[in-house]
C-alpha cells in the first residue's frame, strides 16, 4: 500500500522493513517508521506503520508491546476506517487473532479478558464479512489451552468442518497443530499422517517443518521407526540453527526430550548447551513452560546417571551445575503451571507438567551420526 500524499521514503522505508528478518532492527526500523508517520500527519502512513509495528514486535518476541501497538491500531480503525485499504483489514482482524492467542501465553491476562477478546474476534469477523474459520480455530486454541477436554474436543471438530477462507491460519502451520491434539488423544499413527505436508516438505513456513519435524519424533519412536526419527531429529536440529529468527522454543524442547527418553542424554546436554540463551529467556511464560519441563527432565535423567556434579551454567543464572539447574528448572516449570492453572481454574498445566517432569524411556534412537 502506497498511502495518498503520504511520504515516498516513508513508504519505502515500510516495504523494505517488512522483508527484513525479524530481529531488533526490523523493530527498531518500524518504531522510526511510526514516528516519522505520525510527524507527516499522514493517516494512511500511521495506519500502515503501526500494523507494520505490531508484526516486528510479535515477530521479535515481544508481545507486550504488540498488545500496546495493536490496540492503537485498532483505536485508529474505529476512528478512521479509511485509512485501512482491503490489504490491511485483513492483516488488522489476522492479528487480532494473534491478541487472543497471545494472551493465553501471559497468566497475569485475567481468563475473563481472554473470553472476551474471543467474543469480540467473533464480533469484529462477522462484521467484516469473514467466514468463521480463524474464530473457530481460535476457540479450540483457547479451549485446550484451559485444558477442557470435551470443550476442546467440540472446538477442534468445529474447526476441522470449517472451510478455510481468507483469514484461514496459517496452511503450513494447521498440520503440526491437528497432530500435536492428536498425540494428546494417544493417536501416533494419525499425527505421524497429519504431520506427513511438512515432513516430506510439501509445505513450509517460517516455523516449519520445524515444528513438524520435532512433533513428529516421539510418535516415530513409539511405532517402531527410530531410523526416521534419527533423520528428522538432525534434520530439525540443523534448521533451528540456521533459522533466520527466533528459534521456537517448542521445536527445541522436543528435541531434548527426545534426547531424554532415548537415551541420548548426553547428546541432550549439547543441545541445551548450544540452545542455552533461548532456555534462559525463552520468551512468553508459556514457552517458558513448555521449554523448561523438557530440559529438567534430561537434566534429572543426567543427575540419575551420576552427571549431577558436571558443571553446566545458562545465561544469566547461578546455577552452576547439572543437578542445581535441574532442581531449580523443575520449580520454576512447576510453578509456571500453577499460575496457569489458577488463571484458567483447572488442574491441566500441573498435570501436563508432573507427565514431563516423570516421562518414562521410550525406547532406544542410535543419535552417534547426530553428535
Not at 55 to 76: K, S, T
Not at 265 to 283: C, H, K, S, W, Y
Amino acid at each position: 500500500m502506497l498511502p495518498v500524499g503520504g511520504s515516498d521514503a516513508i513508504a519505502g522505508a515500510l516495504f523494505a522493513n517488512a522483508a527484513a528478518p525479524f530481529g531488533a532492527s526490523r523493530t527498531k526500523a518500524a518504531e522510526r517508521a511510526l514516528l516519522a508517520a505520525d510527524a507527516a500527519g499522514e493517516g494512511r502512513l500511521v495506519a500502515w506503520a503501526l500494523l507494520e509495528l505490531v508484526e516486528a514486535y510479535l515477530g521479535n518476541r515481544d508481545p507486550a508491546r504488540a498488545h500496546i501497538a495493536f490496540a492503537r491500531a485498532l483505536r485508529h480503525f474505529d476512528r478512521s476506517p479509511g485509512d485501512f485499504d482491503d490489504h490491511d483489514r485483513t492483516i488488522l482482524h489476522t492479528q487480532l487473532s494473534w491478541m487472543v492467542s497471545g494472551a493465553l501465553a501471559h497468566p497475569s491476562v485475567p481468563l475473563g479478558q481472554i473470553m472476551a477478546a474471543l467474543a469480540e474476534l467473533g464480533r469484529r469477523h462477522a462484521l467484516a464479512g469473514y467466514g468463521p474459520d480463524a474464530v473457530r480455530l481460535q476457540r479450540f486454541i483457547v479451549a485446550d489451552h484451559i485444558g477442557d477436554p470435551a470443550l476442546a474436543a467440540d472446538a477442534f471438530d468445529g474447526w476441522l468442518a470449517t472451510t478455510r477462507d481468507e483469514m484461514s491460519g496459517c496452511l503450513a502451520c494447521e498440520p503440526t497443530r491437528r497432530a500435536t491434539w492428536q498425540l494428546g488423544l494417544g493417536d501416533d499413527e494419525q499425527a505421524l499422517a497429519e504431520l506427513a505436508p511438512v515432513t516430506t516438505g510439501a509445505t513450509s513456513c517460517e516455523h516449519e517443518p520445524e515444528l513438524g519435524l520435532a512433533t513428529s519424533l516421539l510418535p516415530l519412536v513409539r511405532t517402531g521407526r527410530s531410523e526416521d526419527a534419527g533423520r528428522h531429529h538432525l534434520r530439525g536440529v540443523q534448521l533451528c540453527c540456521d533459522a533466520t529468527g527466533p528459534t521456537h522454543p517448542v521445536a527445541v524442547a522436543r528435541h531434548i526430550e527426545l534426547c531424554a527418553r532415548t537415551g541420548n542424554e548426553a547428546r541432550g546436554l549439547d543441545l541445551v548447551r548450544t540452545f542455552g540463551a533461548l532456555i534462559a529467556d525463552p520468551g512468553t511464560p508459556l514457552e517458558a513452560l513448555t521449554l523448561l519441563g523438557p530440559v529438567a527432565l534430561l537434566l534429572r535423567r543426567l543427575v540419575a546417571l551420576g552427571e549431577g556434579r558436571a558443571p553446566l551454567a545458562l545465561p544469566g543464572r547461578r546455577e552452576t551445575n547439572v543437578q542445581t539447574l535441574a532442581t531449580a528448572l523443575a520449580h520454576e516449570a512447576r510453578q509456571l503451571a500453577a499460575g496457569f492453572d489458577a488463571r484458567n481454574g483447572t488442574t491441566a498445566h500441573a498435570e501436563r507438567t508432573w507427565a514431563i517432569l516423570h516421562a518414562a524411556p521410550v525406547g532406544a534412537v542410535d543419535l552417534a551420526d547426530q553428535r
